[in-house]
């Protein structure tokens, strides 16, 4: 079946690292999202990945590897703005313009 | 400001009432989704349109009615619905192909009563 695993929570510090990490079983994959959601918002788009490796992107950074079904975000000097939730997502191109949602990952950050 | 719009962004209804959810994109995109998000669990996907086509609908049921009349316009029709559909539902586009990110709505949240 299709499934897509991610912490339910996780708290860091102001200023630390937090890496979020991401599993998943598909059919097939044609990419792996990440984005964000503060409470009462919309997700807003934060990386995608197709190749094996690393995508940096300013303080953040995702990391592919589709042997494992694996990936992370990791999140540098966090900031209190951080807190929100985070959003892993796979495209299955069995599914045409399905992408599956993990359920996705709480940050909080504190002072 | 995300480029897509949502109305109303809070919906109150009754079981027997219809109502209609409003999605509008100024994005230039050809696809529009429809997503579910209940609380701590995944966004579901229930339809895709692509250039107004629906091309998707996951096993959604049938007091949930898409309409698309153009690329920049999704509606959700909604009649007699249960109260376990109360959820947030999210409208998102995208430039249409496969590896295109998906820009989201604000989402109107719904309770049923």
């Known amino acids: 079946g299709q499934n897509i695993d991610q912490p339910t929570e996780m708290t860091a510090t102001e200023g630390a690292i937090v890496q979020i990490n991401c599993t998943y079983q598909t059919s097939g994959f044609n990419g792996l999202f990440w984005y964000q959601q503060h409470a009462g918002e919309a997700p807003t788009f934060l990386s995608y990945n197709v190749l094996d490796g690393l995508e940096e992107k300013g303080r953040f950074s995702s990391f592919l590897s589709r042997s494992k079904g694996y990936s992370y975000l990791l999140l540098k000097e966090l900031q209190m703005k951080d807190s929100a939730s985070y959003l892993c997502?796979?495209?299955?191109?069995?599914?045409?313009?399905?992408?599956?949602f993990g359920a996705g990952t709480r940050l909080f950050v504190k002072a | 400001e995300t480029g897509v719009t949502q109305t109303p962004r809070h919906l109150v209804m009754g079981m027997t009432n219809k109502k209609s959810l409003k999605c509008e994109q100024h994005?230039?995109?050809?696809?529009m989704y429809w997503y579910k998000q209940s609380a701590k669990k995944p966004l579901e996907l229930m339809f895709v349109?692509?250039?107004?086509?629906?091309?998707e609908n996951n096993s959604v049921p049938s007091r949930f009615s898409p309409e698309c009349p153009n690329s920049s316009h999704l509606f959700l029709h909604l009649h007699t619905l249960q109260p376990e559909d109360s959820a947030l539902y999210l409208c998102?586009?995208?430039?249409?192909?496969?590896?295109?990110?998906?820009?989201f709505g604000p989402g109107t949240r719904l309770l049923v009563l």
């Open positions: 997502a796979v495209r299955d191109p069995a599914g045409g313009f399905k992408t599956i």
């Open positions: 349109y692509n250039f107004k086509e629906q091309t």
């Open positions: 994005l230039g995109h050809n696809a």
């Open positions: 998102a586009s995208s430039q249409g192909e496969e590896r295109e990110t998906q820009y």
